[in-house]
């Protein structure tokens, strides 16, 4: 009997191994939806879902590294909030923005209103970095507290082991592979938002202020399907396009909070893409879609 159990246990090996890019994930409602969404797409996606309330999983590509893009502002935000937390900066801190952080050549909203530098609160350089995803308040914001080498110990010490920020938004702009290093995978993007979801390391007031700027961001897609009386904290990356049609990142991450008040996990990530932006965030939304209907049943 020994060898028949062999045999069949070899057999379900090579049956695993011969599984589609995706494996068991592509037999899962949610897996089926995103296998048609992608279907003919030349780019690549990675995704992952958490249910916390019936601690379910979903994973597509969810090893692989992406670049974050603006997604990294996210875990800027939370060692910003952490150094609040400890007293060495206040929310109502007047916060100098001289010219060398007008940002012409990049997307910064600020630096468009305030040509000539400004001071403002702190709390308003978080909210311009977050809600309207600003280049310039964000490297403003990494000098602040000690640069990329400061918040990566910071979200280290948290226990984000595989997400790395690694450089400005400034210095992305030397060359188009930099991006690359500012990266994480989608279970470890996962992984962070139930750091922030358990609210061990910030203060009560640190993660509430957290979870208003991010259910006000501007930017992105994945609210286009969903019903609009339900909660969506999320953070949004865009590379643009390089000089052969590349999309290197378009992303988008986060928690959806249905109605009765169970929240889903959820992380996005998009490289490589030689589709439109319009297509990628098309992309985006069916896929926010998919998971509401796909984890809605589940309720």
Excluded at 51 to 58: A, K, L
Excluded at 247 to 261: K, M, R, T, W
């Amino acid at each position: 009997m020994n060898w028949i159990r062999i045999v069949l246990g070899n057999t379900l090996l090579i049956l695993l191994l011969c599984l589609p890019i995706g494996g068991l994930a592509e037999e899962s409602c949610l897996g089926r939806k995103v296998a048609a969404l992608i279907k003919n797409k030349r780019l690549e996606v990675g995704m992952a879902v958490y249910d916390v309330t019936h601690d379910e999983s979903f994973s597509w590509n969810g090893d692989k590294h992406f670049p974050m893009q603006s997604v990294y502002k996210f875990p800027i935000a939370m060692a910003v909030l952490h150094k609040i937390d400890c007293g060495k900066l206040s929310y109502d801190e007047l916060i100098t923005v001289n010219e060398s952080f007008v940002y012409t050549d990049l997307w910064s909203p600020m630096s468009k209103k305030y040509p000539h530098g400004v001071t403002l609160p702190l709390s308003e350089l978080l909210k311009y970095m977050l809600v309207y995803s600003d280049n310039a308040a964000t490297d403003c914001l990494l000098n602040l507290i000690g640069g990329p080498a400061y918040v990566q110990k910071v979200i280290i010490d948290m226990g984000a082991n595989q997400l790395f920020v690694r450089h400005t938004e400034r210095e992305m702009q030397v060359d188009w592979d930099i991006q690359f290093m500012n990266s994480t995978t989608p279970n470890a993007m996962i992984d962070f938002l139930k750091i922030y979801q358990a609210k061990e390391h910030l203060s009560a007031e640190s993660s509430d202020r957290l979870w208003k700027l991010m259910g006000n961001i501007a930017t992105g897609s994945i609210r286009k399907y969903l019903p609009q009386d339900i909660t969506v904290f999320h953070k949004t990356g865009f590379s643009g396009t390089n000089t052969d049609g590349v999309i290197a990142a378009q992303n988008d991450v986060g928690i959806i909070e249905l109605e009765d008040g169970s929240k889903l996990l959820f992380s996005i990530f998009i490289t490589h893409s030689k589709e439109s932006s319009e297509v990628g965030y098309e992309l985006i939304a069916e896929l926010g879609k998919a998971i509401y209907e796909c984890y809605k049943k589940a309720d």
